[in-house]
């Protein structure tokens, strides 16, 4: 199954007019999240159970189907370049306000275990301009995320 969605990403952001499937959408987000939550090289629990509440919550998933979600995020660590194809779908395939939900995922992430890293504070950053979003939109971004804290 994860084979299909990446071949169906890599035609995505190879120009394709195709529109994403939901289920697709679904996985680049979820993998940017498991992405934002290894950069500090702390992938904990309560992060990886943070990813599985946030998609479950954002994506209207029952608690097994945001689990599985969030397994197959987890393989994409195995796929060359898996984190680029992931922006480039999101950047390429969602609206303006999915980008934004995304990285208030994203910011919910990295504030779940109470500390935000350094690098995770960059890492945010980089990825925000990767997805066509500026630092204003990031800051409302961290500010829902503190607020649904």
Not at 100 to 121: C, N, S
Request: net charge negative; no cysteine; aromatic share 4%.
């Amino acid at each position: 199954m994860l084979d299909k969605i990446i071949e169906k990403l890599k035609k995505s952001t190879a120009g394709s007019s195709a529109p994403v499937a939901p289920e697709t959408k679904r996985l680049a987000a979820a993998a940017l999240l498991v992405e934002a939550a290894r950069r500090d090289n702390d992938f904990a629990a309560d992060e990886r159970a943070a990813i599985t509440r946030v998609v479950g919550e954002n994506f209207k998933l029952s608690a097994e189907d945001a689990k599985t979600l969030v397994d197959l995020a987890e393989q994409r660590q195995k796929i060359p370049y898996g984190e680029s194809i992931f922006t480039r779908t999101v950047a390429g395939s969602f609206t303006v306000d999915e980008r934004k939900d995304v990285l208030r995922m994203i910011w919910e992430v990295a504030l779940a275990d109470g500390h935000l890293d350094h690098l995770e504070d960059v890492m945010i950053a980089r990825l925000a301009s990767e997805i066509g979003l500026d630092k204003a939109a990031s800051e409302a971004a961290r500010k829902a995320a503190e607020a649904k804290r």
